[in-house]
């Protein structure tokens, strides 16, 4: 079974595709085809992703499915005419969170940026600077300002997930690669030594680790089964005599590694996103 | 007015995060204080939670609000115990949802990820490895393989862009600073020149961009204002003869910025995470 789905934002419509996500992921017998509708912010547009679904509508088994997160009401109530099933995200929560706390929601659609998102994007973006000068153990200057650091060997995930905490949630992360020399002296490097307390241990399993090193240099010893059994290995020995959080990575998604940090260095968070 | 809201997830927490974000910035007068609370996923968990929501409850003078997105009915009907507006997001959909596709929801937390998932992590972290090597024209070598390319003056948004894109949707985006020789010559470098269908062009006001620039080279011929002015005028005159699209992201999120570039460049998008 195949059922088309459009998601409807009024502005980037990330909020839509991950609840979208959330929901659809949890039917597992149907085939979604899944369109993001960005930007649509006026009447006109509405009505022209009306048109847009019911011509799908006419050559579809089943009805449509939308999914909006328009914020203005009279958009909502345009869009609720197109023929398919709409859920209307805000519509469901927003009238009764106006009787929770007792005053009118107030639609801002969120393309003018007040101070707050000024200071809020400009942290964001220190933060992705930062994620990057600190890459792969790059300036090893600066690990006092950092609210955590990911250790692990060359390949495990640390730099996605630095730069994803960064981005995401506006926390300074430098990531450090165990390097041969790190890991023969089991001991942690001595740049390392003040800031155990930040540090996140990231661990994989060597057969996944060989075949991401495998695409990255075929056939080198780098990449060899051998090569990754052993790193890992004297890497995990190392984490656990110094007693780290350690984090095994093989089937967790970026999203997954990066939250699991924060929950198990208990740090608190605020989302930043706009 | 201050209001406690819970975030209960499941999982990492973040759709309801950026779902709590649009709902609850609709309400200007009212003083969020959010916590997230991720992984709450067997019964004993979400026990805990209601108990330490129950806590809050006692100390404040109006009911806390829970926004919960486990998908498990059990732990759902549990959280409804709590001493809280509790809005169950998932309840909400999933029964309708059930009703329009005639089948059941099953549900599936996503810790365990199959090989479609595995792909789709893959692809994204080769993005992202893509964007570092040719952020900030670094590799110039693999431009063909970029499904789009940013140009824009130092410091105008196009790093943080790039990774963006890569991380939420698995695309190859390098990006390329306009330096002075460029701008003097009035034309576009030669390695851009066979991409120019690729191209998203990133301008900002020159204020903007001198408040940035003087955060990062304090009272430097870079930062001033004239010079940004300079710089600004003779990039976006580029821009236009070359009929790019262009962006000001003088008050765009990242995620604005993002999404805008693949609408005008007509990229489709499938959104990658978890």
Sequence with gaps: MKCHVFLVSDSTGITAERLAQSLLSQF?????????????????????VCQQIDQVALHSSIKPIVIGTLVD??????????????LDIMGAFLTPLEEILG????????????????????????????????????????????????VGVSRSGKT???????MQYGLYVANYPL????????????????????LFALTILPERLHTIREERRHGSEYASL??????VRQAEALFRRQRLP?????????EEIATRALQQLGIPTRALHP
């Excluded at 801002?108 to 933060?127: F, I, P, W």
């Excluded at 996605?160 to 960064?166: F, G, K, M």
């Excluded at 051998?226 to 790193?231: D, K």
């Excluded at 350690?246 to 970026?254: A, E, G, K, P, T």
């Design 28 to 48: 597992h017998e149907v085939s979604f085809d899944i369109r993001t509708l960005r930007y649509i912010d006026t009447l006109e547009k509405v009505t022209q």
């Design 73 to 86: 009401g009279r958009l909502r109530a345009r869009l609720q005419a197109a023929n398919a099933h709409v």
């Design 103 to 150: 005053c009118q929601a107030t639609p801002s659609v969120g393309l003018t940026h007040g101070q707050g998102e000024q200071d809020t994007y400009k942290q964001r973006m220190d933060a992705v600077t930062y994620a990057l000068l600190h890459d792969d153990g790059g300036v090893q200057s600066h690990y006092e300002r950092a609210d955590l650091i990911l």
């Design 160 to 166: 996605p997930t630095s730069v994803y905490l960064a």
């Design 179 to 198: 390097v041969e020399e790190d890991l023969a002296s089991g001991e942690l490097p001595g740049v390392l030594r003040p800031h155990t307390n930040k």
């Design 226 to 231: 051998a090569q990754c059994q052993h790193e």
């Design 246 to 254: 350690i984090c095994d990575v093989s089937r967790l998604s970026v």
